[in-house]
């Protein structure tokens, strides 16, 4: 199983931040990308500058015969049809795709590190993935999820909010 995080804080001119959401799970889906869970949406304040925008966050869980190279560069495709803009680190976003879990494969190049370097220090990746994958183990560290949550500050596991708002997949 592949595990995708796709976060959002900012409007596009198509929609809001929901929307590019929605709209993300559709063309993903439509990359060679089997859709198989889609979590809750979460909201959390956005770092390092919690006055920028609030974000929303699902992880999917999916699964496809593609390279993770490959998805990388159909994800900043789909980002780039949702209008984002790549300038400084951490800038309010309409749309940001990242791989967390490749099949539990381990990689380190240029273009790619497998898992995600940093989903094991983010309640937005860890909450969003133990609701659609509660055994997950984390590939290097070995540890289990509920581990990991339990290791993350009470701050951020306080200021995380699951709504009541869902993306569904078209079929």
């Known amino acids: 199983m592949i595990y995708i995080n796709i976060g959002s804080n900012l409007n596009s001119t198509k929609g809001d931040r929901l929307y590019n959401l929605k709209k993300s799970v559709e063309l993903i889906n439509s990359k060679q990308l089997k859709i198989l869970k889609i979590s809750k949406i979460y909201e959390t304040p956005s770092y390092p500058n ?8 699902i992880c999917v ?7 993770p190279e490959s998805l990388i560069n159909k994800f900043k495709a789909i980002e780039k049809k949702l209008q984002r803009n790549r300038g ?26 497998l898992p995600h370097p940093r989903a094991h220090l983010r309640s937005f990746v860890l909450y969003p993935l133990i609701e659609i994958s509660p ?16 290791k993350l500050n009470l701050k951020l596991r306080n ?13």
């Not at 919690?50 to 966050?57: A, G, I, W």
């Not at 590939?139 to 949550?149: A, G, R």
């Open 88 to 113: 400084l680190k951490n800038q309010p976003r309409t749309c940001d795709i990242d791989i967390i879990d490749y099949y539990g494969k381990i990689l380190n190049s240029k273009k790619i590190i």
């Open 61 to 67: 869980a999916g699964s496809t015969n593609e390279k």
């Open 50 to 57: 919690q006055k920028n925008p609030k974000f929303l966050n």
């Open 135 to 150: 055994r997950w183990v984390h590939p290097i560290l070995n540890k289990k999820i509920e581990f990991l949550i339990k």
């Open 159 to 171: 200021e995380i909010t699951r709504l009541n708002e869902s993306v569904i997949i078209k079929q």
